[in-house]
């Protein structure tokens, strides 16, 4: 009998080792790498960075990060670029991927920047977002995966649109800094037609 109670204790321990090693395993308590948690970024220029959530909360201010990260809206009307009227291209803050021209810019009365068209619809992606006031469509950046805003049907011609951006989650680049700064391809908005 002692040899059977001795068995099923050496038993029961290697059940409950194994037990315990697969719900540690699986609960993902500090066994991930940070690579893993890493939010991996293909800049505009072909490099590819990864940020942990501490790079980028040094990497970015706190609005930035609360905007881009955690799909928050800034201020209307207390904000970079709801205002702006210089002539050049928003870019994403963490890839530098180009999403708005000045071109496209319009006054929408919202506090916010907004535009009728991203410059390339390949870099923003969109997905419903419900809310308190009904379904929404979110826009973000392709690469980067930030929150960028939200689109709406009640723009202006051309298209309907109006993408209203939150300006923490852009950069904005002046047309006589774009060659510098290695946007070239995008002058010609900046072209006179006729």
Known sequence: MKKMTAGAIIILLLLSVGVLFFFNKNS???????????????????????????????????????????????????????????????????????????TDKYKSGTGWPSFTKPILEENITTKDDPGIFGMRTEVRSKQGDNHLGHVFEDGPEPTGLRYCMNSAAMEFIPKQEMKKRGYREFLYLFEEEG
């Open 28 to 102: 993902g308590a500090s066994t991930t790498s940070e690579s893993e948690d890493a939010k991996r970024v293909e800049l505009y220029n072909g490099e590819v960075v990864e940020y942990s959530d501490q790079d980028l909360k040094k990497k970015l201010t706190d609005i930035q990060y609360e905007v881009t990260q955690e799909d928050g809206t800034e201020k209307a009307f207390d904000n970079a670029y709801w205002d702006n009227k210089e002539e050049g291209i928003y870019v994403d803050i963490l890839s530098g991927d180009p999403l708005f021209s000045s």
